[in-house]
């Protein structure tokens, strides 16, 4: 079984990292221009890495992949991303990558950025699998970008629904939402943050019965279509909507949701709201709920409660929702959905990794 590990590098790394950006860049097709990787020495990666940072993937002990990074503009960029020929198809260049996505998230970072050659189609088609788009190409240099998730702990109805009013502010006609979550987990509060910050007309309620409503703007915005597929049986049921003939002059809201919307559009933005704030607070939940009933009082033989029951304590976590929304497509690269949504709002707002 093969023994993968990813670490943060360190300067005295800089020797093994070396070795494999040469055994790596080494092996690839000539290149023209050609690049400057083989131009690396000790001295320059113990510097890069004593500077920005690293990272080293090991196989079995040995020095099996290489990054170096640096942050610029809010972003993480990628340099010498490498694997050595001897260990390539086994997962390190993922885990590489991943990773990076990590140490991303961690510094508060909008996403990662790397540049990446044209002549190199394989190289290409293994970031756009992990979900980096073209930002722009200079010359046989493609730059690519990949724009992390935004989670939000809303601890208040207010709270979900200023998450909707200030993604409002980021949102334009075009724009498509999927809202994800289960019943009752605050999909519609979110929606009528939106239809607020955009200024749209009539109260937004959930549209179950109806599946779809428009909501005109007041202020000269677009206007808000708010859908409830939650009922539908499928795309085909969604198709009869004729969603596709509104989805480029309004901002799109669709409930329910994933697996049957994202063809309204490349571009959109899936948000998934959940109950609580995370796990360890389950567990306490479960554990005092667990607490509270094996110390429940017992019955007289009359069946009559031994003492009163004291008012159950009202879940201080009842409207603690997490909101986590994932940019999707080109449109996105361009857009700081983190600082938008960290605008004015008190909720803990942070990156985190796919």
Request: net charge negative.
């Given at each position: 079984?093969?023994?993968?590990?990813?670490?943060?590098?360190?300067?005295?790394?800089?020797?093994?990292?070396?070795?494999?950006?040469?055994?790596?860049?080494?092996?690839?097709?000539?290149l023209n221009p050609p690049g400057t990787?083989?131009?690396?020495?000790?001295?320059?990666?113990?510097?890069?890495?004593?500077?920005?940072?690293?990272?080293?993937?090991?196989?079995?002990?040995?020095?099996?992949?290489?990054?170096?990074?640096?942050?610029?503009?809010?972003?993480?960029?990628?340099?010498?991303?490498?694997?050595?020929?001897?260990?390539?198809?086994?997962?390190?260049?993922?885990?590489?990558?991943?990773?990076?996505?990590?140490?991303?998230?961690?510094?508060?970072?909008?996403?990662?950025?790397?540049?990446?050659?044209?002549?190199?189609?394989?190289?290409?088609?293994?970031?756009?699998?992990?979900?980096?788009?073209?930002?722009?190409?200079?010359?046989?240099?493609?730059?690519?970008?990949?724009?992390?998730?935004?989670?939000?702990?809303?601890?208040?109805?207010?709270?979900?629904?200023?998450v909707g009013r200030r993604l409002a502010?980021?949102?334009?006609?075009?724009?498509?939402?999927?809202?994800?979550?289960?019943?009752?987990?605050?999909?519609?509060?979110?929606?009528?943050?939106?239809?607020?910050?955009?200024?749209?007309?009539?109260?937004?309620?959930?549209?179950?019965?109806?599946?779809?409503?428009?909501?005109?703007?007041?202020?000269?915005?677009?206007?808000?279509?708010?859908?409830?597929?939650?009922?539908?049986?499928?795309?085909?049921?969604?198709d009869d909507l004729d969603l596709d003939?509104?989805?480029?002059?309004?901002?799109?809201?669709?409930?329910?949701?994933?697996?049957?919307?994202?063809?309204?559009?490349?571009?959109?933005?899936?948000?998934?709201?959940?109950?609580?704030?995370?796990?360890?607070?389950?567990?306490?939940?479960?554990?005092?709920?667990?607490?509270?009933?094996?110390?429940?009082?017992?019955?007289?033989?009359?069946?009559?409660?031994?003492?009163?029951?004291?008012?159950?304590?009202?879940?201080?976590?009842?409207?603690?929702?997490?909101?986590?929304?994932?940019?999707?497509?080109?449109?996105?690269?361009?857009?700081?959905?983190?600082?938008?949504?960290?605008?004015?709002?008190?909720?803990?707002?942070?990156?985190?990794?796919?």
């Open positions: 079984m093969t023994d993968l590990h990813v670490v943060e590098a360190k300067p005295t790394d800089a020797a093994a990292l070396v070795g494999v950006i040469h055994a790596a860049f080494g092996a690839r097709p000539p990787a083989l131009r690396e020495t000790v001295r320059t990666v113990e510097d890069a890495v004593r500077s920005y940072g690293g990272l080293l993937a090991q196989v079995d002990g040995r020095p099996a992949g290489a990054m170096l990074l640096a942050e610029n503009d809010g972003w993480l960029d990628l340099r010498r991303v490498s694997v050595h020929p001897r260990f390539q198809h086994r997962g390190v260049a993922t885990a590489m990558v991943g990773c990076a996505e990590e140490v991303a998230a961690d510094h508060g970072l909008a996403g990662v950025r790397l540049v990446a050659r044209a002549e190199l189609p394989a190289t290409l088609t293994f970031w756009r699998h992990r979900g980096y788009l073209v930002a722009g190409e200079d010359g046989p240099n493609i730059h690519l970008a990949k724009r992390l998730p935004v989670e939000v702990t809303a601890v208040s109805v207010e709270d979900t629904q200023e502010t980021i949102l334009r006609a075009g724009d498509l939402v999927l809202l994800t979550g289960e019943l009752g987990a605050g999909k519609t509060t979110l929606t009528q943050g939106i239809g607020a910050g955009l200024g749209v007309r009539g109260q937004v309620t959930s549209p179950t019965f109806v599946i779809s409503r428009a909501h005109p703007s007041t202020v000269g915005g677009p206007p808000l279509v708010h859908v409830d597929a939650y009922r539908l049986g499928g795309v085909a049921e969604l003939t509104s989805v480029d002059d309004a901002v799109t809201v669709v409930e329910w949701g994933e697996g049957l919307a994202e063809g309204l559009a490349e571009d959109r933005l899936e948000v998934v709201v959940s109950r609580g704030v995370g796990e360890d607070a389950t567990s306490e939940r479960e554990d005092r709920s667990a607490d509270e009933s094996a110390g429940a009082p017992e019955r007289t033989p009359d069946g009559a409660l031994d003492s009163e029951p004291e008012d159950e304590p009202e879940d201080e976590h009842a409207d603690v929702r997490q909101v986590r929304v994932v940019p999707v497509g080109r449109r996105w690269l361009d857009v700081a959905v983190r600082d938008a949504l960290a605008d004015g709002l008190a909720a803990d707002v942070r990156s985190v990794p796919h």
